[in-house]
């Protein structure tokens, strides 16, 4: 009977040690926790914890942050709460981009760059610059080491892109006024976007966002 099955391993650990086992497998995917929660039912009140929500992997939700808008409120309000990185970096695209609400999403990258998420760097790292905070900017697009690799910001910005996809991102009088006063100071390759020297490097990244290149 069911009833009476023998209790797995896992149901015979404390539940601290299901609740640390449960946040590595929440590390991978949603679905592995789906999974592993499947097969031992039990487990559930030992996932349903901050540290599981910190660490969850909601890579899905941060390519198409407009699928969480309407969808998965209280998976996104529980990971926000935890202070899930990836939660933060798609509800900062959602509140700055979609809602053109600045000041509502700003915090929410600023949060994710706090815990380095890659993506949420470069982005309020461009933000930045459009705003005329330069030195915060370049200060942020540094971290990612183009002067040594481009490559690792170059995936960030891909990325990203695809973040906003189908997004209509608003181009605002600011970012045209730090783009122009930019690109006043700029006297080598002004024109051509793919060649990025150490002096024209920050422009060429701006004037990729302010015209999601």
């Not at 592993?36 to 030992?46: F, T, W």
């Not at 150490?198 to 302010?210: A, E, G, P, R, S």
């Amino acid at each position: 009977m069911a009833g009476n099955r023998a209790l797995s391993n896992l149901e015979l650990m404390p539940t601290d040690i299901q609740t640390e086992i449960i946040s590595r497998v929440a590390r991978h995917s949603r679905r592995a926790v789906r999974n592993l929660l499947a097969a031992v039912p039990p487990l559930a009140p030992s996932a349903a914890v901050p540290i599981v929500y910190r660490n969850l992997n909601i890579h899905p939700l941060t390519v198409h942050p407009r699928a969480a808008l309407h969808r998965y409120q209280s998976l996104m309000e529980n990971c926000l709460a935890s202070g899930n990185l990836q939660a933060h970096y798609v509800r900062g695209i959602q509140q700055y981009f979609h809602y053109n609400n600045v000041h509502g999403g700003l915090p929410h990258l600023q949060i994710a760059v706090e815990g380095s998420y890659e993506k949420a760097v470069y982005l309020y790292g461009v933000i930045m610059l459009s705003k005329g905070e330069t030195a915060i900017g370049q200060a942020m697009l540094d971290t990612l080491g183009w002067r040594q690799n481009k490559n690792r910001a170059d995936r960030c910005w891909r990325r990203i892109k695809r973040s906003l996809h189908g997004i209509r991102v608003t181009r605002l009088e600011s970012y045209m006024t730090a783009y122009l006063n930019t690109r006043e100071t700029i006297a080598c390759h002004r024109d051509n976007i793919h060649e990025r020297c150490d002096t024209c490097y920050y422009y060429k990244q701006l004037t990729k966002f302010v015209y999601m290149m």
